[in-house]
């Protein structure tokens, strides 16, 4: 047993897990399975719905992001109803109580009181399954994991489920930062499954498009990490490339994949792209995020974008982003033809659009304008949806410790693109409230929902007005001038 995995908790994982693995096989008639789809929801929902399958019951998935008109779910008509990966509240559980239908709850991050509400009682009709009955650290396994486990206790070839449940763990970010390596749990799943000759680990580059564009292309459509110089800029990519003596093409006269490198090659783009990033003062995050571990899935075709998790991640966070929740689950389930066709396609498009505006900013195409309190980004010449906006931030293009204001002007009025500042948001500090007194005041015309992203509509004509009372309104919030 590792320091963070005790043989007691390890024993009473697999105590729980074989528990519910029994209410599993025990289940009777219709199954409702509502998940929340994050990318560990849709993981999750794909292993519970191919458990399912195996009985031969009538079942249903559908995904949403929220648990409104619960009242409305509950007489739906089906005998089991699974809620994956939600947040659960009092009130849930005090409505869940009501119903006469089994409940199933599966979600590794759960509310201790409201934990105790169902396991102090022994409902018999509502079932859950957390980290919290475990009494471990919610970092340890996500619910895909969960799951995983549960499979363990079920069927002979239970590891088939570990991919999902290894990428339920990336994108709950459960790995060591430094190392970039799995914790917890995670890591008795990826060594089943290296012993299963499912995957295999290697370490090297880790950027999207390893497997399967030529390599001046991945650097180009690179935007996390974000290489300064060479994301978005395709001629910049083939010279860098020429400099460092990294040929392109194969003797077949065949586009080269970063997989294909030599090893001594690997260590040359490593080197390279290393001092690129640190020329830039870039953080030791973004060249963790380069180098590091890569499990490689066997089962996959080569050159694909599943032949290895973190691209598998992308893949499948892109799509998310841009609700292809049932393309996703789709993939999931194994599916590799036209659902899968079709997801590549959208991200594609996501992922080079999201380049292509770097690339605007590196040529000077965009305006930014550098507030006290904030960042206004002017000039962006296409928008397909907020999220390509959402990557842009995230690619460490702009300095963070700002809120980053995308501004988009029409004829009579602009649109504000907001992103709040994770730094700021840690601090307790968010924009957010500022807008809203702002619409209050009818200085903006409107708002979306609070969001790590929300727009704003303003008349052209109250633009300036609206940047002076929001630094006005920042002053006065940072500093303590005057209660607001």
């Known amino acids: 047993m590792s320091e963070e995995v005790t043989e007691e908790i390890y024993t009473n994982l697999k105590n729980v897990t074989k528990e519910f693995s029994s209410l599993i096989q025990d289940t009777l008639g219709t199954h409702l399975i509502l998940t929340n789809p994050t990318i560990d929801g849709l993981c999750a929902s794909s292993i519970l719905f191919e458990l399912l399958t195996n009985k031969e019951n009538g079942i249903q998935v559908s995904f949403r992001k ?12 089906y005998d089991n109803i699974w809620l994956l990966n939600y947040k659960i509240t009092k009130e849930h559980i005090e409505e869940l109580k009501k119903s006469n239908k089994t409940i199933f709850i599966i979600n590794y991050k759960m509310d201790k009181e409201v934990f105790a509400m169902i396991n102090g009682k022994k409902e018999d009709r509502i079932h859950i399954l957390s980290s919290v009955s475990l009494k471990m650290n919610e970092r340890f396994l996500s619910s895909s994991g969960l799951l995983y486990f549960v499979a363990k206790a079920y069927e002979k070839d239970y590891y088939r489920y570990g991919v999902q449940a290894l990428l339920g763990a990336l994108s709950e970010g459960q790995i060591e930062i430094s190392s970039q390596e799995f914790i917890g749990f995670n890591r008795f799943i990826l060594n089943e499954l290296i012993d299963a000759n499912v995957l295999s680990l290697v370490h090297g580059t880790r950027i999207r498009g390893r497997e399967t564009k030529p390599i001046h292309l991945a650097l180009m459509h690179s935007i996390d990490p974000y290489f300064p110089g060479l994301t978005g800029n395709e001629g910049a990519c083939t010279s860098f490339l020429s400099r460092i003596g990294i040929t392109m093409k194969d003797q077949n006269n065949e586009w080269r994949k970063i997989s294909d490198l030599t090893k001594q090659e690997m260590q040359t783009l490593n080197d390279a792209l290393i001092s690129l990033i640190v020329s830039e003062g870039k953080n030791t995050d973004d060249i963790n995020k380069l180098i590091g571990p890569i499990y490689v899935l066997k089962n996959e075709q080569k050159e694909s974008y599943t032949k290895n998790l973190d691209e598998f991640l992308l893949l499948i966070e892109g799509a998310v982003n841009l609700e292809l929740y049932g393309l996703v689950f789709a993939v999931l389930l194994g599916n590799r033809t036209f659902q899968y066709n079709q997801i590549i396609y959208e991200i594609d498009n996501y992922y080079g659009e999201s380049s292509q505006i770097i690339g605007e900013i590196e040529n000077n195409q965009i305006t930014l304008e550098n507030k006290k309190y904030f960042l206004v980004v002017e000039g962006l010449s296409s928008l397909n949806n907020h999220n390509v906006l959402k990557k842009l931030c995230q690619s460490g293009k702009f300095d963070l ?48 929902d609070k969001d790590e992203f929300f727009v704003v509509k303003i008349l052209n004509e109250s633009l300036d007005k609206t940047y002076t009372e929001i630094e006005k309104k920042l002053d006065y919030h940072y500093h303590g001038k005057k209660k607001q």
């Open 66 to 77: 929220s648990l409104r008109n619960l009242q409305k779910i509950k007489e739906r008509k």
């Open 401 to 448: 410790n700002k809120p980053i204001f995308f501004l988009f002007k029409k004829r009579k009025y602009s649109e504000i693109f907001v992103y709040e500042s994770p730094v700021q948001k840690i601090k307790g500090y968010l924009i957010y409230p500022i807008f809203a007194r702002l619409k209050d005041e009818r200085i903006i015309e409107e708002i979306s």
